[in-house]
C-alpha cells in the first residue's frame, strides 16, 4: 500500500507569494491533516479535515488555509507569505482513532 | 485548548542506560495518549500509545505511563541502543469516535541522543 505523498518536497518563495502545497493519503483513510514543523516548536496543529470538511483548526491566522477533495486528496494554501513561514510542512492521514501516517513533507523556505 | 508541555528538550545517555521523557497535558478531557518518533531527516512514526483506561503499556524495550490524577505520561526506553537516537513527540488528545487527528496536541519534542 502506498504511504501519504506531499508534493512538492521542496520550494522556496518570496515573502508576499502565496503557495499551494497538495497532500495524497493512504488509500481508504479519510482523515487529513496538516503541521507546521519548526527547529523548537514541534509539531503545531493547522487543520484536520474528514469527508472534505473542516473539523479542527489550530491557531493560525487565516493566510493559512485548506480544503480536500472527494478522492481525499488535501491541499493547504498559505496566502501573503512570510519568513516566519518557512518551515516544513507535514500531512498526515488516518483510519483508526488517532494513529497518524504522515508524509515527509513539503520543506518551504520564504526569501 | 489543550496544551501539552514536553521535558527535557534534549536527553543525552550512555547507551546501555534508561531513558525517561516526561509530558503533562492541561484538558482532563483527554483520554488518548501517543507517543511519535521522528529520526533525522524522516517522518514522525507512531511508536506507543496509551488510553485513559489503563495506567502503563508496554511494547518491548519501551513503555508509556500515565497518571490521569496528576495529568502526566512519560515514555520509558530501557538498554538505549543507537538507533533510539531520534526526536520523540508526546500528544494528547479529547478522542471522540470520529478518529483521524481529532484534535491531538503535540508537545515540542525531546532530542534523545544515545552516547557510545
Known amino acids: 500500500k502506498a504511504g501519504v505523498t506531499q508534493t512538492p518536497r521542496y520550494l522556496i518563495k518570496t515573502r508576499g507569494q502565496q503557495v499551494t502545497l497538495s497532500c495524497s493519503p493512504i488509500?481508504?483513510?479519510?482523515?487529513v491533516s496538516w503541521y507546521q514543523q519548526t527547529p523548537g516548536q514541534g509539531l503545531q496543529f493547522l487543520f484536520e479535515?474528514?469527508?472534505?470538511?473542516?473539523?479542527n483548526k489550530g491557531n493560525f491566522p487565516g493566510r493559512f488555509s485548506g480544503r480536500q477533495f472527494s478522492n481525499s486528496r488535501s491541499e493547504m494554501n498559505v496566502s501573503t507569505l512570510e519568513l516566519g513561514d518557512s518551515a516544513l510542512y507535514l500531512c498526515?492521514?488516518?483510519?483508526?482513532?488517532?494513529?497518524?501516517?504522515f508524509g515527509e513533507g513539503s520543506r518551504l523556505t520564504v526569501l | 485548548g489543550e496544551n501539552v508541555e514536553q521535558h527535557p528538550s534534549t536527553l543525552s545517555v550512555q547507551e546501555g542506560d534508561s531513558a525517561v521523557i516526561k509530558c503533562t497535558y492541561s484538558?482532563?478531557?483527554?483520554?488518548?495518549f501517543p507517543w511519535y518518533k521522528q529520526e533525522l531527516g524522516k517522518r514522525p512514526q507512531l511508536i506507543i500509545d496509551?488510553?485513559?483506561?489503563?495506567g502503563e503499556k508496554k511494547d518491548q524495550r519501551i513503555a508509556v505511563t500515565l497518571n490521569k490524577t496528576a495529568k502526566h505520561f512519560s515514555l520509558h526506553i530501557t538498554e538505549t541502543q543507537p538507533e533510539d537516537s531520534a526526536v520523540y513527540f508526546c500528544?494528547?488528545?479529547?478522542?471522540?469516535?470520529?478518529?483521524?487527528?481529532?484534535?491531538?496536541?503535540f508537545g515540542k519534542g525531546t532530542h534523545l541522543i544515545i552516547q557510545p
Open positions: 498526515a492521514s488516518s483510519l483508526q482513532r488517532g494513529e497518524l501516517f
Open positions: 488509500s481508504g483513510h479519510r482523515s
Open positions: 479535515y474528514f469527508s472534505e470538511t473542516q473539523r
Open positions: 484538558d482532563s478531557a483527554s483520554n488518548y
Open positions: 496509551i488510553r485513559s483506561n489503563v
Open positions: 500528544a494528547a488528545s479529547p478522542q471522540s469516535s470520529g478518529g483521524g487527528a481529532d484534535g491531538l496536541t
